[in-house]
């Protein structure tokens, strides 16, 4: 079955950068869109970032926009979110989320995720 093991949180000052990583297994990592979403507490799950299949597709929400960066490398069957610029309103667990469907759109990952890994703490000090 799909298994997605997120790491790489924290606790980072205000300003300061992280990287988080998720490894996948269970099938073929390169057919499928992945994508990173939050949830801060008393808050609803949102979705921060997403990738099609083959890399070349993202979305972001607009809070993260020119300060979040989602990649893939195939080769290691992981996805990252580079996190720069970070803001105490960026605390959060963060989870890692694949589509069940094959070489569905960003946009489509980012409405519509069906696995999920156990998430990771990141928390910004201001």
């Known amino acids: 079955q799909v298994q997605l093991v997120e790491s790489g949180g924290g606790l980072v000052q205000a300003g300061g950068s992280l990287r988080l990583s998720c490894a996948a297994s269970?099938?073929?990592?390169?057919?499928?869109?992945m994508g990173w979403f939050r949830q801060a507490p008393g808050k609803e799950r949102e979705c921060v970032a997403t990738?099609?299949?083959?890399?070349?597709?993202?979305y972001y929400a607009d809070s993260v926009k020119g300060r979040f960066t989602i990649s893939r490398d195939s080769a290691k069957n992981t996805v990252y979110l580079q996190m720069n610029s970070l803001k105490p309103e960026d605390t959060a667990v963060y989870y890692c989320?694949?589509?069940?469907?094959?070489?569905?759109?960003?946009?489509?990952?980012?409405?519509?995720?069906?696995?999920w890994g156990q998430g990771t703490q990141v928390t910004v000090s201001s």
């Open positions: 989320a694949t589509h069940r469907i094959p070489f569905t759109t960003a946009q489509r990952m980012a409405v519509s995720p069906n696995y």
């Open positions: 990738i099609n299949s083959s890399g070349g597709m993202t």
């Open positions: 269970g099938r073929t990592f390169s057919n499928y869109a």
